[in-house]
Each structure stands twice: as C-alpha cells, then as structure tokens.
C-alpha cells in the first residue's frame, strides 16, 4: 500500500513568510510525529498526535511553529515569519498505534529559508 | 534524560568487508533501542528494534545488532558490506517507562568502496 507521503518535497521561501508543510500518513495509522533535521543533526522531535488526544507539542522550538491534525488522519505543520535557522528537512513519520509500533517516515520537506 | 552518542561522523569501508557502527546510549533502565537507515533523498527507513529477550537483533537487508547492557551500547554490525548499503545510520532510544519520544543519535555516514 501507499507509504507516508509529503508535500511540498522542497520548499524556498522568503525570510518572514509563513508556510505549510503537509503530511498524509498511512492510512490507519493513529500516531503522527514530526521531526526536524537540520545538517549534521540527528532528528529533532517538534510534534506528537495520538488518535484523538491533545497532541504533544513540547518539541517545537517557538510559537512560530504550529501543528494540526484534521480527522485523525493528515497533518500540516506551519511555520510563521519564517527566520533563516528554519531551514532544515521536516520529516513526517506515522505508525498503527504507539511507541512500539514502527514508525514509517516520509520522504520529507526540503525548506529553505533565504 | 535519555541521550544517544554515535561516535563515529562517517565510516569508510571497502565492499565485501564488515562492518559495525557503534551506538552508546544512557537511560537508568534498559531502554528501546532502534537502528535506522536513511538513503539520499529518502525517509528514515527501520532496520531493527530491541524491546526485551535476546540481545542479538536480527534485522532486514542483513544487518543485526547487539544489546550489552554493561556497555550501554547497541552497535549494529553486518558480515559484508554492499555498495548499496552506502547511507546514513541512526541510532535511537526510548525509554520504556511510557516516553513515546525518541531520542535520535547525529547519524554516521557509510562511505562503501569498490
């Protein structure tokens, strides 16, 4: 079947804009988690969903950053008045239910904040 | 706080030889251990998981890894290496006492020689 699938796969933007970075996960899968990777960094975690719980947002790095999951199933990461340290790959991972699942990533967003 | 140390920033190795990449973690108790592969312009993909049992982790594409809890290391290891293994490797822990964020190590480089 289809595996996590992202969109934009590359992303320029002006410092100061906002954007939106979109995930659809696989199907049936409850959990979505995004991460950041910046160069040379291992993953950063910013966002986690649950089914129906209030997401855990204690990994994003500014109120800049927000998250939302419509109908349990995609998501959309947005990131206002994009600053230069933005720039990174945001990837999307999704898994069946919890932590021991295996989380199935997407291919990622590419941003670049100029 | 759990934390994840992958010593080694790129490894070189020639085709056919071995290969181990080195892991350290540290958690008070025994944590999840994941080993994760992420080709160019690819998700992360998972290679193999440790929750409890045997400490000898078989994974696909025929890596395994070892749990030594006297070291608090999980190095993944493989007895002969593919052109196609070239990528980047990420270790990752979770701590099991109900966490469902991993820490993610910086990843090491495989560089595979002819």
């Known amino acids: 079947g289809a595996g996590v699938s992202q969109s934009p796969s590359n992303k320029v933007t002006e410092k100061g804009k906002d954007v939106e970075l979109r995930c659809d996960p696989i199907?049936?899968?409850?959990?979505l988690y995004w991460y950041r990777q910046s160069l040379g960094q291992g993953l950063e975690f910013l966002i986690y969903f649950q089914g129906n719980s209030a997401p855990d947002k204690s990994g994003l790095p500014s109120d800049r950053f927000s998250a939302e999951r419509t109908g349990g199933s995609v998501s959309t990461l947005t990131i206002q008045r994009t600053q230069q340290e933005d720039s990174a790959v945001y990837l999307c991972?999704?898994?069946?239910?919890?932590?021991?699942?295996?989380?199935?990533f997407g291919p990622g967003t590419r941003l670049t904040v100029l | 706080a759990q934390s994840v140390t992958q010593p080694d920033i790129h490894i070189t190795v020639s085709e056919g030889a071995s290969l181990e990449l080195r892991c350290n973690y540290s958690y008070g108790a025994t944590p999840y251990l994941f080993w994760y592969v992420q080709s160019p312009g690819q998700g992360l993909q998972l290679l193999l998981k440790?929750?409890?049992?045997?400490?000898l982790v078989q994974g696909i594409k025929g890596f395994e890894a070892e749990f030594k809890r006297s070291q608090s290391s999980f190095n993944l290891r493989k007895p002969s290496v593919h052109w196609s293994d070239a990528a980047e490797y990420f270790c990752?822990?979770?701590?099991?006492?109900?966490?469902?964020?991993?820490?993610f190590g910086r990843g090491t480089s495989l560089i595979v020689h002819p």
């Open positions: 199907s049936g899968h409850t959990a």
């Open positions: 440790y929750f409890s049992g045997d400490t």
């Open positions: 990752a822990v979770l701590s099991s006492g109900g966490s469902y964020i991993p820490t």
């Open positions: 991972a999704s898994s069946l239910v919890g932590v021991r699942d295996t989380q199935y």
